[in-house]
């Protein structure tokens, strides 16, 4: 389970970072846009030039976030069935094992049984040889 936790940590920590990159790059690129000596009709190219290359960074994040999550996905589905496969059998397991203690608990008890009536019938032929 610490695996699975350090894994699940580990993308949580890569989607912080991705998330923190884009952001610092818009503001990176915006300031940098607002400082620079330019003319307002270059400015506004630039911006929007910028504004396309965020949204095609995005996009391809995005595409990358629906990957991981479907993947995450699956492995998670594939590891349920996993569990749920080792959760039956164990209990199938167990069951036929109490089938078989039951089985030997009941084998015992007709052969005390057994004995019992034997000892009973020996010392009443005793009995009667006196």
Known sequence: ???????????????????????GGI???????LFAPKSGKELRHDINTGAQQVRERADEWKEVAYEK??????????????????VNDLK???LSEGEDVAQDIADAIEEATEELERQE???????SQQ
Not at 27 to 33: E, F, T
């Open 27 to 33: 503001v990176g690129a915006s300031v940098a846009l």
């Open 121 to 127: 019938a020996d010392e009443l032929y005793e009995r």
């Open 92 to 94: 199938h397991q167990a």
């Open 69 to 86: 999550g479907t993947e995450f996905s699956d492995r998670f589905k594939d590891t349920k069935e996993q569990l749920q496969d080792k």
């Open 1 to 23: 389970m610490s695996e699975e936790k350090q894994k699940t940590e580990e993308n949580i920590n890569s989607k912080d970072f991705m998330i923190g990159t884009l952001i």
